[in-house]
């Protein structure tokens, strides 16, 4: 018996070295068969980023240059202090766009993630029409939603300000919230809803403990854009503003008209930096979030 059992160790030993060269082998082809980072490529993928980022550079460092001019005559911080505490319309325009931004973007938040739910949950009459609707605001130029949005608005009798601006925003926010929370529906597993329905949960608790959860990750993602659209527009403001309702796009294209000031690249500095500093965060958190 113990004869056996030491004839054996070498035929394990023997099997274990070819398992082993086997798994190597293994290894080694399918690395050949992924493609690797070839030169060319590196240096293309740099140049798009370059591209992309050096006039975000530029602005930002002319936003401490010390003259008015293209020219660099000297490091200062004047613009920035001009911006701080000699520019109230500039705030003020900054701050009607900001609030416009916020409520618009939960507005349509709100809006887009109930039809979502209700798109990709239920079946009812013209779902397939309205779920191939949802996209055409995307797809129209801007100025056709402007010019339709100002037409309704002289139809409506409704006054141009704030508040048309606040609706014009939050209607055309509303199929981007749509699509991005309906796409994260459509991944999530159907069976938790139909096991929360089989323990006894109403609708109400089913959508505010099991869907919304489970779409809280685009939920996030769809107000972030929303506010980002919100924000860059100009456009669609251009058409639906009325007296007291500046915003920050339609200020700077006044700027503009006059010359640029560098407080503008001070202003747009700050945001730059304001906008890493809130999505680099948000961006680990949505991410452990998702893989949850």
């Known amino acids: 018996m113990a004869s056996r059992i030491h ?8 099997a274990l070295f070819n398992a082993r060269r086997i ?16 030169m060319a490529s590196s240096i293309v993928f740099w140049m798009v980023i370059a591209f992309l980022f050096a006039p975000l550079f530029v602005l930002i460092i002319y936003s ?8 660099w005559t000297g490091f200062s911080f004047v ?39 209700g798109t990709t949950n239920y079946s009812f009459k013209l779902k397939t029409l309205i779920s191939s609707m949802s996209s055409i605001p995307m797809i129209l130029p801007e100025i056709v939603v402007g010019v339709s949005l100002l037409v309704f608005f002289a ?54 403990r099991v869907i919304v959860p489970m779409a809280l990750p685009g939920i996030a993602s769809a107000f972030l854009t929303a ?6 527009d100009f456009v669609i403001t251009f058409f639906v503003s009325g007296p007291g309702a500046t915003t920050l796009p339609l200020y700077i294209y006044s700027m503009i008209r006059f010359g ?17 500093l809130l999505v680099y965060p948000l961006r680990n958190f949505l991410k452990v979030f998702a893989a949850r």
Not at 64 to 71: Q, T, V, Y
Not at 260 to 276: D, H, R
């Open 155 to 208: 139809g409506v009798g409704l006054n141009l300000g704030l508040t048309s601006v606040w609706i014009a925003h939050t209607t055309f926010n509303i199929p981007f919230v749509y699509l991005l929370v309906s796409a994260r529906l459509e991944e999530s597993d159907p069976t938790i809803i139909e096991a929360a329905k089989d323990l006894g949960a109403t609708e109400f608790q089913t959508l505010t």
């Open 23 to 38: 798994v190597r082998k293994g290894a080694r082809a399918a690395s050949k068969l992924v493609p690797r980072k070839t």
């Open 260 to 276: 640029v000031s560098p407080v503008v690249n001070a202003l747009s500095a700050v945001m730059v930096a304001g906008t890493v």
């Open 227 to 232: 506010v980002t659209l919100s924000l860059e």
């Open 7 to 14: 004839g054996l160790k070498p035929l394990r030993i023997a």
């Open 79 to 117: 613009w920035y202090e001009k911006l701080f505490l000699a520019s109230p319309d500039l705030w003020r325009a900054f701050r009607n766009s900001l609030l416009i931004a916020l409520t618009s973007a939960l507005m349509a938040t709100i809006l887009g993630t109930l039809a979502a739910v």
């Open 64 to 71: 401490f240059n010390e003259s008015r001019s293209g020219e």
